[in-house]
């Protein structure tokens, strides 16, 4: 057996979720990107008058700074995705840990700042927040919801005028808190006001002294933080899509569109678009500034500084150093029909790469490929043509791979997938058509299987095919003309109770779920190829729970198609990562450590190679597998 590295592909390492903040005495943006990886990731000071930027390194490991905030002491404050608060003093260049206040793997998600010199972060997906004292150094955490229940986020903190913290908690459940600095207390809001907040994406900004505007899906709203209600927008007719990172400009108010990108100016007469169509597809929602005058500053979910006046409609930008080849892990790798090419994306940053097999060599788009924010989770070569849906939104794209990226033209938007979906999951082509499984939107159950004919443009969308459940994977059987795979009983995120009592196997035909049925029970069941014959194997337990611990990785089932009938077997070694069928007997699979081939007929393991978080299987020839190791780096695997 031959190892040999194929290729890094080059990316620019993606703003998403963190805030940008302003600087106005010093000139500067501030801004964190993500990395995927714990490796390249950085904070980036921007000067806006000279159009330039430096970069200052966080320490290896640390992956998302989504709670970013300016301290009454002038230092920048960031709460990671390890649950780590650090300090960084401009005048100094120093980075300095703080604290480690949620050391048992929640993810700070939001963060918020006091005129009384307190820095607030809160996690994911317990909703635990903390209080830290920029003068004492004392932290403090705190756990409004339940224990027992997960999938909560707490992301946004704002400080009202009588100096207590408003609070907003999504997820599972959405929770608006009112927490006293001064006694260290808490309460919930609008208790017995009827406050309808499933829909809020987020508390957005003051109004006016009394009132919050809040976003949702279906319109904007305002809070009365006194009254501690919700009162009728301040539009006299909706925006035309959902609207995010709303900011107040003198006497009006602008947002930027979750889907579009565009930013639109908000008055009590309407919403009219004031700037759109940004350089290949950046898009701002909660990275603007507004300066003056008509005038604003922000930084691009791809990395674009811009500076630019609806008034006069001058227009400057540049973009700022975020190259990298190993900040963001891959999230798809695919053989396409008829050539020897790989198509590629990485997670949260919208951008392909493609890979040439013969000679290893990797072009990316450096530019995102469409407007809308996320990552691409999956693709298929059908006709001539290569497909991919994203997310956010579950939206389906097509491209000629002979031809090079070029933003709008190449790949072009097909159009959103319907009936409340969100995240692609999988997606296979029998030749004649394209079928997608993705799961519901947040807080929803009931994902779908769509079917997409080349030939007229349509999508039709098979939702709930098995009720209450989101398919986990999928795979086209050419045998029998069906599609089988698994399922989870969760939501996106567990951002829903669950109302099935165990993931499945289903088997899929023209619209029609035929059969369903489980190994054993569980919450999640997945699974990691199909073979000719028709056998779908997956490793797995009997967990019960999303976040249960101990009971991974100790079996392994395999589905007949035909009989539908399964064979369980024990399976003691580590969690098995990805893996395909090379032939109807042997399995190759990868667990953190190791590469392995499994016998199926004779229940035989082989360990082949170490090799470190294995990823991505890909068969590309009966000798030939690629993969990926360490998040970024494509290698083959050649059998002798």
């Known amino acids: 057996m031959k190892i040999e590295e194929m290729a890094c592909p080059e990316l620019r390492l993606p703003f998403v979720n963190n805030p940008i903040i302003y600087l106005p005495e010093r000139s500067l943006l501030a801004a964190v990107n993500y990395s995927t990886t714990g490796k390249d990731a950085n904070i980036f000071l921007i000067n806006i008058a000279e159009m330039n930027d430096r970069k200052i390194s966080l320490p290896q490991g640390e992956k998302g700074v989504y709670g970013f905030v300016k301290g009454t002491d002038g230092k920048l404050y960031l709460g990671t995705h390890s649950g780590r608060l650090y300090s960084y003093d401009i005048n100094r260049s120093e980075l300095t840990e703080l604290a480690r206040p949620f050391p048992k793997g929640q993810m700070i998600w939001g963060g918020g700042a006091s005129s009384g010199g307190k820095i607030y972060m809160g996690v994911y997906p317990t909703a635990e927040f903390c209080e830290y004292d920029v003068k004492t150094g004392k932290t403090a955490v705190f756990k409004p919801m339940p224990e027992k229940k997960l999938g909560f986020y707490a992301n946004y903190f704002l400080e009202l005028p009588d100096g207590n913290i408003l609070i907003s908690i999504g997820g599972a459940s959405s929770v608006l808190l009112i927490y006293n600095p001064h006694s260290g207390t808490y309460r919930m809001a609008g208790v017995g006001n009827h406050l309808s907040l499933g829909t809020f994406a987020g508390l957005e900004c003051f109004f006016d002294e009394e009132r919050i505007i809040v976003s949702s899906e279906k319109g904007i709203g305002l809070f009365n933080w006194k009254e501690e209600k919700l009162e009728s927008g301040f539009l006299s007719e909706e925006p035309p899509e959902q609207l995010c990172g709303i900011i107040r400009g003198e006497d009006r108010f602008y947002g930027t569109g979750l889907t579009s990108g565009i930013l639109y100016e908000l008055d009590r007469k309407g919403c009219r678009v004031v700037w759109e169509n940004f350089p290949c597809g950046n898009s701002f929602i909660r990275k603007l500034h507004y300066l003056r005058d008509g005038e604003f500053i922000g930084l691009g979910d791809n990395g674009l500084f811009v500076r630019f006046n609806i008034k006069n409609k001058k227009f400057a930008s540049f973009q700022v150093r975020n190259e990298s080849r190993n900040g963001i892990s891959i999230k798809m790798l695919t053989k396409t029909a008829g050539n020897d090419l790989l198509m590629g994306s990485h997670h949260i940053n919208m951008q392909l790469f493609k890979i040439n097999i013969s000679d290893s060599r990797s072009v990316s788009s450096l530019n995102k490929i469409s407007s809308y924010s996320g990552q691409i989770n999956c693709g298929v070569s059908c006709g001539d043509k290569f497909y991919f849906a994203s997310y956010v939104k579950a939206v389906f794209y097509s491209m000629d791979t002979a031809q090079p990226f070029e933003y709008g033209k190449n790949p072009v938007v097909i159009g959103e997938i319907g009936k409340e979906q969100n995240r692609p999951i999988a997606m296979v082509s029998d030749g004649k058509f394209v079928y997608i499984a993705t799961g519901a939107n947040y807080g929803k159950l009931g994902g779908a299987i769509s079917v997409f004919n080349p030939e007229s443009g349509e999508i039709n969308a098979y939702r709930d095919f098995v009720p209450f459940q989101n398919p986990n994977s999928m795979f086209y059987h050419p045998a029998s003309g069906g599609l089988v795979g698994t399922t989870t009983i969760h939501a996106d995120c567990g951002t829903s109770d669950p109302k099935a009592d165990s993931a499945v196997v289903y088997v899929w035909h023209a619209g029609k779920t035929e059969h369903t049925s489980a190994p054993w029970k569980t919450s999640s069941l997945n699974a990691f190829d199909l073979s000719p014959a028709g056998r779908l ?37 580590q969690e098995v990562r990805c893996g395909i069928f090379m032939d109807e007997r042997c399995f190759y699979g990868a667990t953190s450590d190791f590469i392995f081939r499994l016998d199926i007929e004779t229940d035989k393991m082989f360990k082949l190679e170490n090799a470190h978080a294995a990823s991505l299987f890909q068969k590309i020839s009966e000798r030939e597998i690629v993969f990926v190791v360490e998040g970024h780096i494509v290698k083959k695997l050649t059998i002798n």
């Not at 490793?539 to 064979?567: C, I, M, P, Q």
């Open 537 to 573: 194997i997956g490793f797995g337990g009997n967990k019960l729970y999303r976040f249960e611990a101990g009971t991974d990785g100790n079996k392994y089932y395999l589905f007949d198609l035909s009989s539908k009938k399964y064979v369980v077997r024990d399976w003691p070694y």
